[in-house]
């Protein structure tokens, strides 16, 4: 993991501000959805890409049965059945 050196305080709603040199890094734009998730005693940001939950490629995915399922992956259920 590499320290950016930036220190953010959290407001009195549990705010941060991502600072624009992250957000431009990182392609993260206004509105767009942040994924959290806990590692330990870390508190780790992913900008959120919903993938398909057997080959995790995000393109081409669909909401099938409550999960997100690429077509290829579909098609390949299909043939197992």
Sequence with gaps: ???TGIVRKI?????IVLPM????TMDIKEKDAIEVFIDGDKIILTKYQPSCVFCND???????GGKRICR???SKLKEQL
């Design 72 to 74: 290829e992956c579909l």
């Design 1 to 3: 993991m590499k320290s």
């Design 58 to 64: 995000a393109s081409d995915v669909i909401f099938f």
């Design 11 to 15: 407001d009195e709603l549990g705010r």
């Design 21 to 24: 040199e992250i957000r431009k």
